[in-house]
């Protein structure tokens, strides 16, 4: 027998085998319609994000904001003020210098972002609560505290990020 008529006949024997073994190969492993439609994560997410290639739940919203940055600071006619380390939000909360919190404009509450919400921002690390809210004029904004830290604050400006949190459940 010639090379080229048994190198033929290994592959066409490699190829009916993988085509007609039970096994993976030659298989089509896509769910039917029925089942990718009960994953439809909806028009926030894509279909390629792994929360939903892995069935993982998808608890999570996603914004895009204008992001801004204040401090704790006594009022200058106000002698007995609290002290420039510390402040309070909107809810009677006190903002401690080392506290990681931000202020959302009125329109986000709507959104689910109330009190105590944990929420992420792109570029930051770590879990940010919502203890604080903006003046009505802003809408679709956040502020980060920055403590008594007036350089953090001018040096991260105004800037837009994502912002993602969990609805709070039963509250």
Not at 18 to 44: E, H, I, M
Not at 139 to 165: E, F, H, M, N, P
Request: charged share 20%.
């Amino acid at each position: 027998m010639k090379k080229g008529a048994s190198l033929f006949l290994i592959l066409a024997a490699t190829l009916a085998a993988a085509v007609f073994s039970a096994g993976c190969a030659g298989r089509d492993k896509t769910p039917p319609p029925a089942a990718l439609a009960a994953r439809d994560p909806g028009p926030a997410m894509a279909l390629d994000d792994p929360a939903v290639m892995f069935g993982k739940p998808l608890a999570c919203n996603v914004l895009d904001v204008q992001a801004f940055s204040y401090v704790a600071k006594r009022p200058k006619h106000k002698k007995k003020a609290a002290p420039a380390s510390a402040a309070t939000g909107a809810w009677g909360d006190v903002l401690d210098k080392n506290l990681k919190c931000i202020a959302v404009s009125p329109d986000l509450l709507g959104h689910g972002l109330t009190r105590n919400t944990k929420v992420k921002i792109q570029g930051l690390e770590g879990d940010y609560l919502v203890l604080d809210t903006m003046s009505e004029r802003w809408t679709k904004s956040i502020d980060i505290y920055q403590g008594a830290d007036l350089g953090a604050a001018l040096q991260w400006g105004s800037r837009g990020v994502r912002i993602s949190w969990e609805q709070n459940r039963g509250r």
